[in-house]
């Protein structure tokens, strides 16, 4: 019999060790289901989790990992403080959207002419964009007490259909030939999101990303509005007697997180994407709610884990084509990671203890 | 001599790095009231614990009528014949009394049979219950009842109490005694945990004393004085806090009609509370729980935001300030509950520290934290108030409850308040630290601070204070000097129709 014993403190030890030990978790039982899908298990997790970094290939993956990581890392960024304050902001997928519309709109308005105050110019639309679109379930709770769960998560479906008018309609390439979608803001230098060292994948939102991290790891390390926020998720009635106040963490966590998507969107946009296009979402906003959690809301862990989900999509991807994997399988296993992290979450506050409490 | 219900010999129970238990032995008779005594962490909890089942101790036995007895599990306990009515309720506020009984039992009979069940049984025994009633509406003395009914339904040969009077009004504490005395005629002997002296001299007919997990004494306490009791709990001469005769200074904080609606559905809404504090006075506020406690000290720290002039501090209208600003001007505060409140249990002490003191302190500047000088105000609160801890970086719930309260209460005193509002500061604290923590409110005092101490344990607050006043479903009495007041009077004062029903003991 095993029995549970909660801690005394959290472990150091395990709050780093939980995360590798789900990892290892996820191969060996990802590994069981390529199995059982008739393929061979060493050599698609191999495929998955070493050839985008290691194959002769590599030179093409490891950019995309860049490409993939940087709007990950950037929206889970945003979500974790509000998850820490117990904030649970879904929408982040709608936030991007809008991000992205709203930033390719300014762009799209100046075309054709060039300039360098567009670029920057967009980025802000992009970040206000999505802190707006977060702001509705923000409101909606400080005022009237709604759930921010269900109204940012049925604000992605509002987005999406946003996004779909938009690309058939106000922003549809004049000289498209009728095609939905608008023009290519990567082939308009003033708007467009360029590498910044030719090749190598990082372009301006890798960087942003990059300064997001550090940018929220001094903030929860250092300032008192992260300690706040920590307060206000561990105990609420603690941070209301220590002076916080619940309405305006709220609408700054919504709007950190919001802002942060936007900008993923934008970036994305105006970069690897290029135009606004029915399909233009592919589900980063919802991966990074798993990155956020993946990475403990750690801002390092972050860094590292949405390093490894974009891991997980290039090397499904080349599972699929090279392997003929079903895409299904994919994000099985990446359900299964989110799991077994949770899972094994309780050793950071519980010990485990083999053969006591038997009943004498 | 009877032969003894239940014999203890030998019990021994360790955990890493201290000794709960060490070789302990007594009889508890039947029909008689024994009362444990000790501070905390004397290991009175670890022994009820071992003999309710849940906790196995290392070595010794138990014998329950002459049979071995070492139940596994409470469920055993409770088949056995040994009932207990635990310090913290564990009721559901939404559901009714009745209800709440069948959810302890095994195989609950249905609904009409509990509330036949209890209304037998409340009769009997004196305690007015209405099976009916939403938990979340009763008093804590009335949910005191719905679990000393649910043990009693099971007709238990031993009863153990876990400090049952530090929430009951002097009357609620006579209806409960008056049970006891009829449970214990009937045979039914009772464990009696309880700081409080006094109480157990009336009461019980025999006691124990723990103290470092050993049995240091045993004393009939009927013919042993209070006094003698506690140093013998101590192991040292007790420390009675003395207080210096002073004249009572300019006053300093005013509430003028304060009144606020609940904050919550099991609230209690405060109603036109008038009342001056001045400096250098102890305002003694008695009440029992849920009279607008809490409420009272929210709306005094700021969780809670009035209209402007139904609080003023030096003059200055401060019903709508923030707590943070409150702090600045002097005016601090130290909720009840201690886990979840006045500190967040898995936050460090350090982290706890700059919780409130980040602003008199100047642990931030610009926004940041200077962790390295909250780190040394916890050290200095750790090391002026005795906490034990191995050191701030420990986690507030590491901390058993008392050491905790001496960390959330030293927090503030060392930040120099001008006016100090304190709910419960000695909450299962045990005795030499109450004392200490009642010394550092009356020290802060004659400093010339003002504080207002608002607690359950009227014997606490005549000790204190200078001037008493009671709390009674949201309103306030006027303020009397403490001297000369009779318990009588407090009872008056604390709101005579509450829950006064006299107890029907069928003779």
Redesign the interface.
């Known amino acids: 019999m095993i029995a549970l014993e909660k801690r ?3 472990s150091r030890f395990w709050t780093f060790a939980t995360p590798l030990l789900a990892v290892i978790l996820t191969m060996i039982c990802g590994g069981l289901l390529f199995a059982a899908l008739g393929k061979n298990p060493f050599e698609t997790i191999r495929t998955i989790f070493f050839d985008p970094l290691f194959s002769e290939f590599a030179w093409f993956y490891r950019p995309q990992l860049l490409i993939k990581g940087a709007p990950l890392v950037l929206i889970a960024i945003g979500l974790s403080f509000g998850f820490r304050a117990g904030i649970w902001n879904i929408g982040a997928e709608g936030q991007y959207i809008v991000g992205a519309i709203c930033g390719a709109a300014v762009g799209l308005a100046f075309y054709p002419t060039e300039s360098f105050i567009i670029f920057p110019l967009m980025i802000v639309a992009g970040a206000l964009g999505g802190l707006l679109w977060a702001m509705i379930p923000g409101v909606l709770r400080v005022k009237f007490g709604t759930n921010e769960i269900l109204v940012s998560l049925m604000l992605v479906y509002v987005a999406e259909q946003l996004l779909a008018s938009m690309a058939l309609g106000a922003l549809r390439n004049p000289d498209g030939m009728g095609f939905p979608g608008s023009r290519n803001l990567s082939q308009y230098p003033s708007a467009a999101n360029l590498e910044i060292i030719q090749g190598s994948g990082m372009h301006w939102g890798v960087l942003t990303a990059f300064i997001a991290v550090i940018f929220a790891y001094v903030a929860l390390s ?4 992260g ?1 706040h926020v ?2 206000a998720g ?2 609420p ?7 916080v ?1 619940p309405a305006a963490l709220i609408l700054i966590c919504m709007g950190l997180s919001g802002a942060l998507a936007g900008l993923a969107g934008l970036f994305e946009v105006a970069g690897p994407a290029g135009q606004i296009s029915i399909d233009f979402n592919v589900g980063y906003g919802f991966t990074a709610i798993i990155v956020a959690f993946l990475g403990r809301l750690h801002p390092v862990g972050i860094l590292l884990a949405g390093g490894l989900m974009a891991l997980t999509y290039i090397g499904g991807e080349i599972a699929q084509s090279n392997l003929g994997l079903p895409l299904a399988a994919i994000q099985l296993m990446q359900g299964m990671l989110l799991f077994f992290l949770l899972a094994v979450d309780v050793l950071t506050n519980y010990r485990m203890r083999f053969g006591q409490g038997k ?2 | 001599m009877n032969s003894p219900l239940l014999r203890l010999s030998g019990l021994t129970k360790a955990y890493p790095g201290v000794i709960a238990n060490k070789d302990v032995s007594f009889d508890i008779l039947p029909g008689e009231v024994h009362a444990l005594l000790g501070e905390n962490g004397a290991g009175k909890s670890t022994l009820v614990k071992t003999i309710y089942g849940l906790v196995k101790p290392d070595s010794g036995t138990m014998t329950l009528q002459g049979q071995p007895f070492q139940p596994p599990e409470p469920r055993a306990a409770r088949a056995a014949g040994v009932a207990m009515v635990f310090q913290h309720f564990s009721l559901f506020d939404a559901m009714n009394v009745a209800e709440n009984i069948a959810l302890g039992m095994e195989n609950p009979p249905p609904q009409r049979e509990i509330a036949a069940q209890v209304r037998k049984v409340s009769d009997q025994y004196g305690l007015p219950l209405d099976p009916d009633r939403i938990v979340g509406e009763l008093s804590a003395g009335e949910r005191q009842r719905v679990e000393i009914i649910r043990c009693l339904l099971q007709d238990p040969k031993l009863l153990i109490m876990d400090e049952p009077t530090s929430v009951l009004t002097p009357q609620e504490v006579a209806i409960l005694f008056e049970t006891l005395r009829k449970l214990s005629s009937e045979g039914t002997a009772i464990l009696y945990i309880s700081h409080k002296l006094e109480e157990i001299r009336t009461l019980c007919d025999n006691a124990t004393v723990l103290r470092l997990g050993e049995v240091v004494g045993e004393c009939d306490p009927k013919t042993t004085s209070a006094r003698d009791m506690a140093e013998l709990m101590v192991g040292s001469k007790l420390h009675v806090p003395e207080k210096a005769d002073k004249p009572a200074g300019d006053t300093v904080l005013t509430l003028q009609n304060l009144s606020a609606k609940a904050p919550h559905r099991f609230g209690t809404a405060l109603k036109d509370i008038t009342l001056e504090v001045r400096k250098g006075e102890v305002l003694g506020i008695g009440g029992v729980a849920g009279n607008g406690q809490d409420e009272l000290v929210a709306a005094l720290s700021g969780e809670m935001r009035v209209a402007p002039a139904m609080i003023s501090y030096q003059g200055r209208a401060i019903g709508q300030m923030a707590p943070n600003a409150r702090r600045r001007i002097g005016l601090l505060a130290a909720p009840e509950e201690r886990m979840g409140h006045a500190a967040a249990p898995d936050m460090s002490l350090t982290e706890n520290a700059v919780m409130t003191a980040m602003t008199r302190q100047e642990l931030t500047s610009r926004g940041f934290v200077h962790w390295g000088k909250a780190r040394s105000f916890a050290e200095g609160v750790i090391k002026t108030f005795d906490v034990r801890t191995p050191g701030p970086a420990n986690a507030a719930r590491s901390l058993s409850g008392g050491n905790l309260q001496k960390f959330v209460i030293g927090r503030e005193i060392m930040q120099d308040p001008d006016v100090l509002v304190v709910n419960q500061p000695t909450w299962g604290v045990d005795a030499s630290a109450a004392a200490a923590i009642r010394q550092a409110l009356l020290d802060l005092a004659a400093k010339g601070a003002a504080v207002i101490v608002i607690s359950q344990d009227l014997d606490e607050l005549m000790e204190i204070s200078d001037r008493f006043a009671a709390l009674n479903e949201g309103r306030l009495s006027a303020p009397r000097p403490a001297k000369g007041l009779t318990v009588e009077e407090i009872g008056l004062m604390l709101g005579g129709a509450h829950d006064m029903e006299v107890a029907h003991v069928d003779a």
Do not use: C, E, K, Y
């Not at chain 1, 250092?222 to 509005?225: A, Q, Y």
């Not at chain 1, 009635?237 to 002076?243: E, K, L, M």
């Open positions: 005394p403190q959290p250092r300032h008192v509005f300690f920590r307060l561990q105990s009635r603690a941070a209301r007697f220590a002076g106040n009943p004498a």
